[in-house]
């Protein structure tokens, strides 16, 4: 009876993993009829785990059941974390890593590394004013994964995405290990507010809806194409202008409504879970994952741009362009340029002086 209830829990969110992809990909563990047995072993490290994301993405990879192992390191706090979340009956083993010196442990033989390692903000600043002690994080956490584990997909979740990303790629760079196919900035809350929000306007439903969102994840360089957003609904500018607004502002939204108390973990641990999904689907070889993130690119002069991109069995397999988008969203491009620039530049450099 038991056994029967958490397959069909887990069943189910296997579905509504699939479901929220940017494209309607198919799930092949529920539609082949997979056994988590029969999957094959992948072992997913979470870099931050004892956070406030950290936390419940522990245990939304719990459930998922392409995770054979499960490793959660922070710099403490981590072995509660993980004989809570290990307790669950799913399929992997959970291994709980506290401190510097058991990072290498918790990072060696990883397919997938998560980092929601770093500070939130607090009302009135702003992602960008978070750099000065998330770069540094970043940049120490990402020199071990070139060491211990440098053929990983890592996704990255601590912010400014828009330079701990680049700040990733200098550091891979510099050791030799920089795959331009397999880094991510984890821009999928961007995707999950714009269809919330879209659906509560359109008055459609919300598990049918897919919107790209484009650019960065900051403010203005969050882009969401609601022009492209299916099931079409024809709402006028206004709305639209609003729903832009209401994306772009979502994270603000959060960190006002928390009243100093952090910025978004539950949802971000839902969104961080769906891309560290796809990415699992992709490196399994499942057909027709495609994710919106933060990746390097041409689809712009800028060197990094999030756009749809196509998972497979190495990370990225393609970087798809953004499609016609209307004058409205062709002036929103053009306006996130510049400062998407310059903290992709401010990432770069932090890396080659420090
Ligand atoms: N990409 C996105 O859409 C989003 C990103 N974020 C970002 O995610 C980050 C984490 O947010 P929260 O979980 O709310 O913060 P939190 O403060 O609750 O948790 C952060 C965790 O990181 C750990 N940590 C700090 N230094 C570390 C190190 N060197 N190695 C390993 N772990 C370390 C801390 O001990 C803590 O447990 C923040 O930078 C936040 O801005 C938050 C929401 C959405
Ligand atoms: O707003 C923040 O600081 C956290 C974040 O990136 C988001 O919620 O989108």
């Known amino acids: 009876m ?27 563990v529920v539609r082949r009829g997979f056994s988590s047995e029969s999957a094959p072993e992948r072992k997913v490290t979470i870099l931050g785990a004892a956070g406030g994301i950290g936390q419940p993405l522990s245990l939304l990879m719990k459930l998922n059941p392409l995770v054979s192992k499960l490793a959660l390191y922070d710099i403490a706090g981590t072995p509660g974390v993980a ?3 290990g307790h669950i009956n799913t399929r992997s083993e ?16 990883a397919d997938v ?55 990733a ?28 929000f879209y659906a509560g306007k359109a008055k459609v439903n919300v598990a049918e809806v897919n919107v790209p969102v484009v650019g960065g994840h900051a403010g203005i360089t969050i ?28 994270g603000t939204e959060v960190v006002e409504a928390k009243a100093g108390k952090g910025s978004a973990t539950l949802s971000m641990a839902y969104a961080g879970a769906i891309f560290a999904d796809a990415c699992l689907k992709g490196l399994n070889g ?51 340029k510049p400062e998407l620039k310059s903290s992709i530049e401010k990432g770069l450099k932090f890396v080659n002086q420090s």
């Open 2 to 28: 038991r056994t029967a209830l958490f397959r069909s829990v887990l069943k189910r969110s296997s579905s509504a993993l699939t479901n929220n992809s940017t494209t309607s990909s198919s799930s092949y």
């Open 83 to 85: 004989a809570d979340v």
């Open 94 to 109: 959970v291994a709980g890593f506290a401190g510097e010196e058991q990072l290498g442990q918790a990072l060696e033989g």
């Open 113 to 167: 590394v998560i980092i929601p390692a770093g500070v939130p903000r607090k009302p009135g600043m702003t992602r960008d004013d978070l750099f000065n002690i998330n770069a540094g994080i970043v940049k120490s956490l990402c020199t071990a994964i070139a060491k211990y584990c440098p053929h990983a997909l890592v996704n990255m979740i601590s912010n400014p995405v828009n330079s701990t990303v680049p700040i």
């Open 169 to 196: 790629s200098e550091v891979f760079k510099k050791a030799g290990t920089y795959d331009e196919k397999k880094l991510f900035g984890v821009t999928t809350l961007d995707v999950v507010r714009a269809k919330t």
């Open 223 to 250: 882009l969401p194409l609601f022009s492209q957003a299916t099931p079409k609904a024809n709402l006028p500018d206004e709305d639209i202008k609003a729903l832009t607004k209401r994306t772009q502002d979502g």
């Open 286 to 336: 499942v057909p027709d994952v495609v994710e919106c993130s933060f990746v390097q690119s041409s689809v712009t002069d800028l060197p990094f741009f999030a756009s749809k991109v196509r998972l497979g069995k190495n990370g990225v397999e393609e970087v798809l362009g953004l499609g016609p988008l209307s004058d409205y969203e062709k002036e929103g491009l053009e306006a996130l």
